[in-house]
């Protein structure tokens, strides 16, 4: 049996429908798929990169800024109490020192001038006795 023309037709046809059916829906599958597939791996990899980065630079700069302020910090504190202390103990040893050296000195300068005092009236006392003593002797010879 030989095929026709107008038998060809509708066979020609249902492959062109197939075909083009075929195609439309493997297209829009695959489209859809490729996309779900895609989109779903993108975001995936984009949050777990993103957030790995993110917390890598949150961490590093947290990091340094507590490092920074707690150093600051401690820096001034100790500088405060240091300064206190130093400032305390110079003015006990400073006070110390200065009352042992004026009771030193004064209780120095006061015994020179007290035995000055007292041998120049000893002297005094006794030059008048020994004049009184010699005028008296003179008198009675």
């Given amino acids: 049996m030989e095929t026709t023309t107008a038998?060809?037709?509708?066979?020609?046809?249902?492959?062109?429908?197939?075909?083009?059916?075929?195609?439309e829906n493997l297209t829009e599958n695959l489209t859809e798929n490729l996309t779900?597939?895609?989109?779903?791996?993108?975001?995936?990899?984009?949050?777990?990169?993103?957030t790995e980065k993110l917390t890598e630079n949150l961490t590093e700069n947290l990091t340094e800024k507590l490092t920074e302020n707690l150093t600051?910090?401690?820096?001034?504190?100790?500088?405060?109490k240091l300064t206190e202390k130093l400032t305390e103990n110079l003015t006990e040893n400073l006070?110390?020192?200065?009352?042992?050296?004026?009771?030193?000195?004064?209780?120095e300068n006061l015994t020179e001038n007290q035995t000055e005092n007292l041998t120049?009236?000893?002297?005094?006392?006794l030059t008048e006795k020994l004049t009184e003593n010699l005028t008296g002797n003179l008198q009675r010879t």
Avoid: H
């Fill in 95 to 107: 006070t110390e020192k200065l009352t042992e050296n004026l009771t030193e000195n004064l209780t």
């Fill in 7 to 23: 038998d060809r037709e509708p066979t020609e046809n249902l492959t062109e429908n197939l075909t083009e059916n075929l195609t």
């Fill in 72 to 80: 600051e910090k401690l820096t001034e504190k100790l500088t405060e």
């Fill in 36 to 50: 779900e597939n895609l989109t779903e791996n993108l975001t995936e990899n984009l949050t777990e990169n993103l």
């Fill in 120 to 125: 120049e009236n000893q002297t005094e006392n």
